[in-house]
């Protein structure tokens, strides 16, 4: 196996980046700054990044199976053009609690786009950390980002057992996912919301987005929404 690196390949300080998820037919990789209000779209080629800022703190982005992606957006269910950057409704949720919003979103292998507004934490071991968003490899075995612990780590989901801990130069780890040519590379987000300017200074990168390569692994292609 070849060594592992780290390289931080999106530097601009989300609030709280989230969800990232890679579109092969682009070459590239969406993931949403929740707190930031924006989903942003890297081409891996150009290594630009575009932008579309949205009205609400925004959870989630996935594909679609007929043409561009849906979003959670606060507590709706998005389509999102992203040429002409339009936004329509598909459904809300929860139209009594106005300061309400979903936390994260999915998308399943029967094509359903789930979110949950809210979620049990629970400590993953000693440190301080908790276990944010995850993904899986062609093994079946998990990759789970730990927001406070700086760092990703591969679980056996059958015994529990860690297998592997990939270690990030930021904290707040918040998910990851497989992607580039052949899925064996990995993207992860981070945040930098609480973090006060001395805490910032000693991590500058903070809130960026990093490319992990060299796991010896690889991933499995994100499903898309199937409506």
Do not use: H
Request: a neutral charge; glycine letters at 8%.
């Amino acid at each position: 196996m070849s060594s592992i690196k780290v390289e931080c390949i999106i530097d601009e300080n989300c609030k709280i980046g989230e969800s990232p998820v890679w579109e092969e037919k682009e070459n590239s990789l969406l993931y949403v700054d929740i707190n930031g209000k924006k989903i942003s779209r890297w081409n891996s080629i150009t290594k630009q990044v575009q932008s579309i800022a949205v009205d609400a703190p925004v959870s989630s982005v996935a594909l679609r199976k007929s043409g561009n992606y849906v979003i959670t957006l606060g507590t709706r269910f998005a389509a999102l053009k992203w040429d002409d950057q339009s936004v329509t409704t598909i459904v809300q949720v929860d139209k009594d609690k106005p300061n309400n919003r979903f936390n994260d979103g999915k998308v399943d292998p029967e094509g359903r786009y789930f979110a949950a507004n809210r979620r049990s934490v629970y400590k993953l071991e000693k440190e301080e950390s908790i276990p944010d968003g995850m993904c899986i490899d062609t093994e079946g075995k998990l990759w789970v980002a730990c927001y406070d612990g700086g760092r990703v780590i591969r679980l056996d989901p059958e015994t529990g057992k860690r297998l592997q801990t990939v270690k990030l130069p930021v904290d707040k780890t918040t998910s990851c996912c497989f992607g580039g040519k052949d899925y064996s590379e990995m993207y992860v987000t981070s945040a930098c919301q609480g973090m006060d300017d001395k805490w910032l200074s000693r991590q500058p990168q903070a809130g960026g987005i990093f490319k992990v390569t060299g796991l010896g692994v690889k991933g499995i292609p994100p499903y898309s929404y199937a409506g």
